[in-house]
């Protein structure tokens, strides 16, 4: 089967880095990708990692070790504006299968 | 930019009914999903298709269909609409061979009563 493991909800100062990890374990991997959700709205993708390092968009960046199976993704200089919910999913042989999802709430 | 439109961002049915979700995209893409997202369960994949009048399962098909008669439009169908398939529903679509970066539409939220 296939499983996702990231925490659901995390609570970060205005300015400040936060990092959301995942873990996830799935019968074959091709990749992970991390999408954005705010409330009301519908995700939108953020980034994707095939192979092992860091992948920087700006102020978001996306890491990936597939021998450890994991991946975060780091929101540096924290705006009012980034609180909504992450979700990081897999691509194994179904085409994405997400995470629960993180709640990101930034405070001033 | 990518458009991925559904027929209505709001919707009460009744059980045993028939509804039919509808969802266009107008980016000429091959990939199209069908996901239902539930307070606290993220995003399941209900179905999906990589080709006009194909189809495959996702992980949670049981008490839907889909048809997919032209390439723009997936249509997302619950044969006899229950209690619990009132939910959040989102279409969402990608170019073929790249699943891992998908348009969403806005989501349609069902109840049923």
């Known amino acids: 089967g296939q499983s996702l493991e990231q925490p659901s909800e995390v609570t970060a100062v205005e300015g400040a880095i936060v990092q959301i990890n995942c873990t996830y374990q799935?019968?074959?991997?091709?990749?992970l990708s991390w999408y954005q959700q705010h409330d009301g709205g519908a995700p939108t993708f953020l980034s994707y990692n095939a192979l092992d390092g860091l992948e920087e968009t700006g102020r978001f960046s996306s890491f990936l070790s597939r021998s450890d199976s994991y991946g975060y993704l780091l929101l540096q200089e924290l705006q009012m504006k980034d609180s909504a919910s992450y979700f990081c999913?897999?691509?194994?042989?179904?085409?994405?299968?997400f995470g629960k999802g993180t709640r990101l709430s930034v405070i001033a | 930019d990518v458009k991925v439109t559904q027929s209505s961002r709001y919707l009460v049915k009744r059980t045993g009914e028939k509804v039919f979700l509808e969802c266009v995209q107008d980016m000429d893409h091959e990939n199209m999903f069908w996901y239902r997202q539930d307070p606290g369960l993220g995003l399941r994949l209900i179905y999906f298709?990589?080709?006009?009048?194909?189809?495959e399962k996702g992980d949670i098909p049981e008490g839907y269909s889909v048809s997919r008669e032209k390439k723009e439009r997936f249509s997302l169908i619950l044969e006899s609409a229950s209690t619990n398939q009132t939910s959040m529903y989102l279409c969402?679509?990608?170019?073929?061979?790249?699943?891992?970066?998908?348009?969403f539409g806005p989501g349609t939220r069902l109840t049923v009563t």
């Open positions: 298709s990589y080709d006009v009048k194909m189809k």
């Open positions: 969402a679509s990608s170019l073929g061979g790249e699943s891992y970066e998908q348009y």
């Open positions: 999913a897999v691509r194994d042989v179904t085409p994405l299968v």
């Open positions: 799935t019968s074959g991997f091709y990749g």
